[in-house]
């Protein structure tokens, strides 16, 4: 079973949206990509671990990003930590609840898996404007 389902013809705009998107499952990876892509973002990765997410996270250009928390064991919120130094807006994306989040990282949208892709398309048109 995915823990996505497929996109409805509502769905929005992000034409012109550059997303960082960190999740370590590939197939879960795969349908998040094709989702935003088929909502004219352009998506930075998938990568899917710490090790490719930061450098990215610290240097790209991005209107915001999609983050998993739990990376192979490792934690995601180090690439969350380093997208608020640099005021891009990010979505959890991830399997963990939102009381596993920090309070100094508290405050972006959290999508517990599973979740619709609709929730997740509609949670990233919100911090991309």
């Known amino acids: 079973m995915s823990a996505i389902s497929d996109v409805k013809p509502d769905k929005p705009d992000l034409t012109g949206s ?3 998107l960190v999740e370590d499952e590939y197939y879960i990876a795969d349908d998040l990509c094709r989702a935003l892509e088929g909502c004219g973002a352009e998506v ?9 997410a930061l450098p990215l996270a610290e240097s790209e250009s991005l209107t915001c990003a999609v983050l998993d928390i739990n990376l192979r064991g490792e934690s995601g919120l180090r690439v969350a930590e380093t997208l608020q130094r640099r005021n891009v807006p990010f979505v959890y994306s991830t399997g963990y609840s939102s009381a596993s989040v920090p309070e100094a990282l508290k405050g ?5 898996k599973p979740f619709r892709i609709e929730e997740l398309l509609h949670a ?3 911090v991309s404007r």
């Open 18 to 20: 550059r997303v960082l």
């Open 44 to 52: 930075v990765g998938p990568v899917p671990s710490l090790a490719e």
């Open 108 to 112: 972006a949208a959290h999508l517990e």
């Open 124 to 126: 990233v048109s919100q």
